[in-house]
Each structure stands twice: as structure tokens, then as C-alpha cells.
Nanobody
Framework: QVQLVESGGGLVQPGGSLRLSCSAS????????MGWYRQAPGRQRDLVAV???????NYADSVKGRFTISRDNANNTVYLQMNSLKPEDTAVYYC??????????????WGQGTQVTVSS
């Protein structure tokens, strides 16, 4: 069984920073792309950033220059460094792994979500 566990959300003032983490537990698997999505109340879940297994990255236009995605392959962990946060960044953030578990096959796994609130 593979589980994704997120941490790092919270309440921050506009202009502040937060760092989200997401780690995969379990054994005998390989992770391809890792990503972060977010969902604000009443809105659809949107891509924030993605990083491939070779380190290529892509960002939503709204976060370019402010957010940075990175990964630690040895620990099956993805990070999202969020700087210059704005109230419109408020949402539940979900991590997403494209993962192949050798006994099961390849599929997408989701974290449980972590709340990020940007408010004064």
C-alpha cells in the first residue's frame, strides 16, 4: 500500500512564505512525475506546479516567480516553496504522484490535502 502524507500548511500573512512537503510511504515503487494542485471553495482543483522524474518543472502562470517545486528522490518527497503569498493563494493544496508499484501497476496517488490560508 502506498500513502502520501502532506505537511506544512497553515495561516500566513500576505507577503509571507510557507513550505509544503509530501512524502510517499511504502516499499517497492517508483515515482515518475510529482505535482501540487489546489482547490479553493467553490472552484475546481487546478494544477499549481509539476516536476518530472528528470527534474523538468512547469508552473501555473499565477504562481510563476513566487513558488518553487523540488523533489528528493531518495526520500520520495516533493516540496513546494511558496513565497510572496497572496490572499488568492488560499486553498487546500494536494500533492499528486504518478507512481508505479511493482506488484500493482502504475497510477496516480493523491495526498489528503493541507489548508493554506493567506490573510491579515
Amino acid at each position: 500500500q502506498v500513502q502520501l502524507v502532506e505537511s506544512g500548511g497553515g495561516l500566513v500573512q500576505p507577503g509571507g512564505s510557507l513550505r509544503l512537503s509530501c512524502s510517499a510511504s511504502g516499499t517497492a515503487f517508483r515515482v515518475y512525475a510529482m505535482g501540487w494542485y489546489r482547490q479553493a471553495p467553490g472552484r475546481q482543483r487546478d494544477l499549481v506546479a509539476v516536476i518530472t522524474d528528470v527534474g523538468s518543472t512547469n508552473y501555473a502562470d499565477s504562481v510563476k516567480g513566487r513558488f518553487t517545486i523540488s523533489r528528493d528522490n531518495a526520500n520520495n518527497t516533493v516540496y513546494l516553496q511558496m513565497n510572496s503569498l497572496k490572499p488568492e493563494d488560499t486553498a487546500v493544496y494536494y500533492c499528486n504522484f504518478d507512481l508505479q508499484k511493482y506488484s500493482v501497476g502504475r497510477r496516480v496517488y493523491w495526498g489528503q490535502g493541507t489548508q493554506v490560508t493567506v490573510s491579515s
